[in-house]
């Protein structure tokens, strides 16, 4: 036994921007067709911010929403932590900028970068803090804009992604609810395989950065897509496990929103039917840390999953990383 309090989602909030770029609209971009595109990925629209809007934009709206649906002020947030693949500039944080804009005075903050595995890394680096009793209402925002990193002329990446936010509080819940089980993982020897390799120290943005298109994802889809299958199913196998639960007790499964050949896959490796499996990937693409909130709080809204239901949200992403969680909702 340990002294360590219980911590649980207390509400969900998300947003998505309101342009939507069809499938159809990218035909005429690029030599791509929705027919190529839905089979190979489930995707038939992504939301695009407009331009001027970035990063803390989105994940502040999604953070309101949280905390309106908790009934907590932001002066009552002790710890904003913001995962993001494309923050709003190198420093400040996006998360400091997230707690300025919402008037979140007490808070600290901070910015995690996991790839798209940031957002349950940051539910899992926030969790701690509940445990252990030195905060009370974390706030975890996952945001991105995977546009603004997106070459719009390489088919083989600008048909996968797209923009949005989620955020989550995190608060003491009753003993034997909330987050039963947390795992996460790494394997820094496959960072070749998904990148953005300008604008850091190692290639720093100058003339030849922009002419050599250092600045947009590069990704070797056929290795992600197999470590990704196979990292569904370890992560989601290991997190139940850690749960004392059963893969049939689990009511909903939440995956990364990346490929619906990729959830499938996972699914079928875990023997779960496709019904006990939330998926919304065909309206959104891949939106990076804005994924799996957004697709909590769809699943929430839609009725998929109730009070008492037993779900694990999973997720992989660059890194590579990976990481899972068994939650009591
Ligand atoms: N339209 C038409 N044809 C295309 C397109 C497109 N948009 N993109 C690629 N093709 C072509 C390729 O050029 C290739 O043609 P070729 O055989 O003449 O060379 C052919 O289609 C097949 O390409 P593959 O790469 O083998 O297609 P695959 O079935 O593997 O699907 C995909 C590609 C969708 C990218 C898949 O590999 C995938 O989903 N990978 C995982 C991606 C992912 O999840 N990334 C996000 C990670 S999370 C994060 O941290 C950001």
Not at 53 to 72: K, P
Not at 100 to 129: P, R, W
Not at 199 to 227: C, D, L, T
């Amino acid at each position: 036994m340990n002294n360590l309090r219980s911590v649980g989602i207390a509400s969900v909030g998300a947003y998505t921007p309101a342009k939507r770029l069809t499938n159809f609209d990218l035909e005429k971009m690029i030599d791509t067709s929705d027919e190529w595109i839905r089979t190979r990925t489930g995707i038939k629209e992504r939301r695009i911010v407009e331009n001027g809007v970035c990063t803390s934009d989105m994940g502040v709206i999604a953070a309101r929403m949280a905390l309106e649906r908790a009934g907590v002020s932001p002066d009552e947030v002790d710890l904003i932590i913001t995962g993001t693949a494309t923050p709003d500039m190198f420093f400040p944080s996006t998360g400091c900028i997230i707690q300025d804009k919402l008037g979140a005075s007490k808070a600290a903050a901070f910015d995690l970068e996991a790839g798209c595995t940031g957002f349950v890394y940051s539910i899992a680096v926030g969790a701690q803090f509940v445990q252990t009793g030195l905060y009370k209402n974390v706030l975890v925002v996952g945001s991105d804009t995977l546009s603004k990193v997106t070459d719009w002329t390489d088919r083989n990446t600008c048909v996968l992604f797209g923009d949005g936010a989620g955020a989550v509080l995190l608060k003491p819940v009753p003993e034997g609810t909330g987050i039963l089980s947390l795992y996460l993982g790494a394997d820094g020897s496959g960072g070749e395989l998904l990148k953005i390799p300008g604008g850091g120290s190692k290639h720093p943005a100058n003339k030849e950065s922009v002419e050599k298109k250092q600045h947009y994802i590069k990704m070797a889809g056929n290795e992600v897509f197999k470590f990704a299958t196979r990292i569904m199913e370890v992560a989601a196998l290991e997190a139940i496990k850690r749960s004392g639960l059963t893969v049939e007790d689990v009511s909903c499964f939440i995956p990364h929103q990346a490929n619906v050949r990729i959830i499938e896959a996972a699914a079928k490796r875990l023997r779960i039917p496709m019904d006990k499996v939330f998926v919304n990937v065909s309206n959104y693409g891949n939106t990076s840390n804005g994924s799996i909130p957004i697709a909590l709080f769809e699943a929430q809204e839609q009725g998929r999953i109730k009070k008492g239901d037993a779900i694990v949200i999973v997720a992989f992403g660059a890194g590579l990383t990976w990481a899972s969680s068994v939650i009591r909702w």
